[in-house]
Nanobody, 115 residues
Framework: VQLQASGGGLVQPGGSLRLSCAAS????????MGWYRQAPGKQRELVAKAYTGGGTDYADSVKGRFTISRHNRDKALYLQMTSLNPEDTAVYFCNTAAPSTLQPWGQGTQLTVSS
């Protein structure tokens, strides 16, 4: 299974951006999917989860600002990000949300929030 995140870029503080993740293979609809991020010098962290039944969950640091969504038929995962701040600067990855089901990591997509 390959997971490819895209859509990152340079955004000013307060701005918005949407990340996309394309999945290959047949696992997508069966698993809770998540968006992760890794800032320089920090561990990778799970910031948003999308459950198979449609529910979502967020880390406190992004709650109210980020929205995760999934389209099972298209094997696509999205992360709509608003009110971005420099602390959101990181490489963002998509993957399953449970350690036991993690797939090989893709390259991720870089988000830089800076004026």
């Amino acid at each position: 299974v390959q997971l490819q995140a895209s859509g990152g870029g340079l955004v000013q503080p307060g701005g918005s951006l949407r990340l996309s993740c394309a999945a290959s293979g047949n696992i997508f609809a069966s698993y809770v999917m998540g968006w992760y991020r890794q800032a320089p010098g920090k561990q990778r962290e799970l910031v948003a989860k999308a459950y198979t039944g449609g529910g979502t969950d967020y880390a406190d640091s992004v709650k109210g600002r980020f929205t995760i969504s999934r389209h099972n038929r298209d094997k696509a995962l999205y992360l709509q990000m608003t009110s971005l701040n420099p602390e959101d600067t990181a490489v963002y990855f998509c993957n399953t949300a449970a350690p036991s089901t993690l797939q090989p990591w893709g390259q991720g997509t870089q988000l830089t929030v800076s004026s």
